[in-house]
């Protein structure tokens, strides 16, 4: 079969939410007299209401997960990817989430993840320490959709389109005290469900981490969820990060715990292999892994090879971060 494709520049985003969505869906809640909290948003986005139960309280129930209502949220035009996003079909069948397998097969046992009730302690050197229900942090903070370009450090690229809100809202609401230098998060720790966690030669729970300055640029982001749908569990749910200048690895997923520190964390890739993956890991086409080159990176969706980009693309919004660093290893 051959397929025309078009350059990535030439086709619009389309597969994301577009804005019209999110109006229409208001509009229609208007008419309904509901709650935006209240309705199965993928059951109306889907074509009707007829899908949907009723609770006893007379509000729509999404079927799964009880966010769903909440999604699709207006996309933010600040964030555009300027190239195609990946299907949905491709990126939630191909994951990187050792917890559930060392391969990238693993959607089908991630669904063992029970996401709720699911809870997010904010803890350390801050004002506002807290234990937070994912459902009542959902409520506090600005949903939006933005299109962000994702690099693997394994030199494999998607895009997509996240929905939550700036890693920035959260370190406000934690209100850090001013010794605190790095968020330190850890991802769950459950072998019974994880059974990638049964392997001992890792040192679990997934830790990442990033300095304060970083985590409050305006481009670290807590995805809650993607293809204006809650987050699926293979991608991270109910809480993954998204730092789209530096590779994959930092973004870690299903946090549980974020830490405010004075002192910087060491993840778990960096525990594994030091000299391969560090704490910065900052995207770099001419600063090669050990193993191999960075130089190009391959898209997931079409399998085309394009030249990685420093810092992903994103040095407009993050170059600065690195002034005076230069003697730290930022690239790998
Ligand atoms: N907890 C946890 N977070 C993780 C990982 C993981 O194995 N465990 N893999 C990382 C890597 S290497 C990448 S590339 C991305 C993959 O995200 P995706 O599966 O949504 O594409 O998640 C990152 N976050
Ligand atoms: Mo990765």
């Known amino acids: 079969m051959h397929i025309l494709r078009k350059r990535g520049w030439e086709l619009p985003e389309a597969t ?19 709650t935006a909290g209240g309705v199965a948003a993928g059951a109306i986005a889907a074509g009707g209401i007829a899908g949907s139960a009723l609770l006893p309280g007379g509000a729509l129930a999404a079927e799964g997960d009880p966010s769903a209502g909440l999604y699709p949220v207006p996309r933010n035009e ?37 996401i709720r009730p699911w809870e997010l302690r904010i803890d350390g050197l801050c004002d506002n320490p807290q234990t937070i229900a994912i459902d009542d942090l959902l409520k506090k903070m600005p949903l939006e959709e933005r299109l962000y370009r994702h690099r693997c450090v394994e030199a494999w690229s998607m895009t997509v389109p996240w929905s939550g ?27 019974d469900v994880a059974t990638g966690q049964r392997a001992s030669w890792y040192p679990w729970p997934y830790v990442e981490g990033l300095t304060l300055a970083e985590a409050t640029n305006e481009l670290a982001f ?12 293979q991608f991270g749910a109910p809480l993954r990060l998204a730092v789209p200048w530096k590779y ?17 964390p060491v993840s778990f890739w960096e525990q594994i292999a030091a000299s391969e993956y560090g704490f910065w890991a900052n995207v770099n086409p001419e600063v090669p892994h050990p193993r191999w080159s960075q130089a190009s990176e391959r898209l997931l969706a079409t399998g085309e090879r394009i030249p990685t980009r420093l810092f992903n693309g994103y040095g407009e919004q993050v170059a600065g971060l690195y002034t005076g660093l230069e003697g730290e290893a930022l690239y790998m």
């Open 16 to 34: 994301a939410t577009p804005e019209a969505v999110f109006l229409n869906r208001r509009q229609l809640l208007a008419g309904f007299g509901l």
């Open 78 to 114: 600040a964030y555009t990817a300027g190239r195609p996003l990946t299907p949905e079909a491709i990126t939630s069948t191909y994951n990187n989430f050792y917890e559930f397998g060392s391969h990238k097969q693993i959607a089908s046992a991630a669904q063992a993840l029970k």
């Open 165 to 191: 809100f700036a890693l920035a809202e959260l370190v406000r609401l934690a209100a850090p005290s001013s010794d605190a230098k790095y968020l330190r998060m850890e991802t769950f720790l459950d072998p």
């Open 222 to 233: 807590i995805a809650t969820g993607v293809y204006g749908k809650p987050l699926a569990k």
């Open 248 to 264: 994959g690895f930092k973004s870690i997923k299903s946090i549980v715990r974020i830490s405010f520190t004075d002192t910087r």
